[in-house]
């Protein structure tokens, strides 16, 4: 599962700008709704052109990044349900090889029927499974319009074993590579329920390979250390008067401007 900031809803003003690139939010509890980069250009030089954009995409194979290809014109688009930094990048390394080639961004249309060209073939990860003792979370729009994809825990455990508990989840995301975790508690006499993140910050800033996170193996790891701390998942006692409010309180934070 890929974790960590995305964009789906806004563009980021003040961190992107594109000069043939345009945001097209997603559309939100659609199956067909990614959020989408798309430019569509006109150049005297379609073959060289669309070459030099497939050069780009080997560069960044896990992008998925798109064309449609019709005498001089040319449109690219790059889309997905989680828009990140790298793609942002890829936008951006797009858009020095439209300005060398000196494209022009147009409004005209392709015809219709134009095949479309997949210009990557990015590796099919398996989306988390909702349910069990983790749950897959996404947090609203925040700083530079970012949003968040998380892994949620929530339990309760004797309130002795909190520090220890929390020591060994800090011991877990370094082993599995996550930048983030936080949590939120309330105190329930000799119990604590905790509310707790795991993540990670921006992905694939500058063009750096995507992380993705096995969430099979963190949860079967998880299990194991609340066992250890005579912990339960779920919260004890009634909402909303025992919901763990208290927080957050951070463990480890990257990119803590877009992820808290």
């Known amino acids: ?23 097209r939010p997603g559309l939100g509890g659609h199956a067909d709704g990614p959020a989408e980069l798309t430019a569509t250009v006109q150049t005297a030089a379609p073959a060289r ?25 040319l449109r690219l688009t790059l889309n997905n349900y989680s828009v990140t930094d790298y793609d942002f ?66 339990c309760h455990l004797p309130l002795a074993h909190q520090a220890a508990f929390l020591g060994d989840l800090d011991q877990l995301s370094q082993q599995f590579g996550l930048d983030v975790l936080y949590y939120f508690d309330r105190k329930l006499a000799e119990q604590v329920n905790l509310m707790v993140f795991f993540g990670t910050g921006r992905q694939g800033v500058g063009g750096s390979p995507l992380r993705h996170i096995d969430t099979d193996a963190v949860a079967t790891a998880v299990q194991k250390v609340l066992d250890a701390h005579g912990g339960q998942p779920e919260h004890l006692g009634r909402f909303p008067d025992h919901y763990p409010r208290r927080g957050p309180h951070v463990v480890r934070v990257v990119d803590d401007d877009f992820v808290l």
């Open 89 to 154: 990048h890829v936008a951006g390394e797009l858009e020095a090889v439209l300005r060398q080639e000196q494209a022009v961004l147009t409004t005209a249309p392709l015809p219709s029927g134009t095949p479309l060209l997949r210009l990557t073939q990015p590796t099919e990860t398996t989306p988390y499974r909702y349910g069990g003792i983790l749950q897959a979370v996404s947090s609203a729009p925040g700083n530079y319009r970012a949003q968040t994809s998380l892994l949620r825990l929530d």
């Open 49 to 73: 052109l669309l070459e030099r954009v497939h050069a780009v995409a080997a560069r960044y194979p896990e992008a998925w990044l798109f064309a449609k290809a019709h005498d001089q014109l």
């Open 1 to 23: 599962m890929l974790l960590g900031v995305y964009w789906y809803y806004g563009f980021p003003e003040g961190l992107y700008h594109f000069d043939y690139f345009t945001f």
